[in-house]
């Protein structure tokens, strides 16, 4: 997992897609917002630092839908 990695975590038993800002023992994760059924990065960024064991997966790049900044993240679907 580098800085730059996608990744899913696990919050409060929720699982989020989203950037990896900062890796030191876990990683700060810039956390998505879900928008419908596809998910958005936050107007105001949502970094927390998540333990290694609350990083399910690291998950390939988002594939943008439209032109509103909304992401379409295949992985979550098993999440659902």
């Known amino acids: ?5 996608f990744v899913v975590v696990n919050y409060d038993e929720n ?3 989203g950037t990896v800002a900062r890796t030191k023992s876990g990683a700060e994760v ?6 419908g059924s596809n998910w958005k990065l936050p107007k105001q960024e949502d970094k927390l630092f998540y333990y290694l064991r609350d990083i399910v997966m690291v998950i390939s790049d988002p594939v943008p839908i439209g032109k509103r900044s909304i ?3 295949v992985e979550m679907d098993k999440f659902v």
């Not at 997992?1 to 990695?5: I, P």
């Not at 810039?30 to 928008?35: C, G, K, L, P």
Request: hydrophobic share 45%; aromatic share 12%; glycine share 6%.
């Open 1 to 5: 997992m580098n800085v730059g990695d």
């Open 15 to 17: 699982f989020y897609p």
């Open 30 to 35: 810039n956390a998505m917002v879900s928008s």
């Open 71 to 73: 992401l379409r993240v």
